[in-house]
Each structure stands twice: as structure tokens, then as C-alpha cells.
């Protein structure tokens, strides 16, 4: 049991790392956006 929580802890903190990889590309490409 505690093996599957830590297991969907570490898939959680693999999702939020992409979130904010994404969100971070995301405002770079608006910046360019408004910009261009």
C-alpha cells in the first residue's frame, strides 16, 4: 500500500514538472507573440 502511494506521489511530481516546463515555454511563446 504505502508502495502505491509513493509510486502516484512520484507520477504527481513528474506531471507537475511537465505543467511547469509547458507553462514556462507557453509564457516565452506569448512574450515572442505580442512582440512579433
Known amino acids: 500500500m504505502y508502495n ?3 509510486f ?9 514538472e511537465c505543467v511547469c516546463e509547458g ?5 516565452l511563446f506569448t512574450e515572442w507573440w ?3
Not at 8 to 16: D, F, I, R
Open 4 to 6: 502505491t502511494i509513493w
Open 8 to 16: 502516484v506521489l512520484q507520477e504527481l511530481g513528474k506531471v507537475v
Open 23 to 27: 507553462y514556462k515555454y507557453l509564457h
Open 34 to 36: 505580442d512582440n512579433g
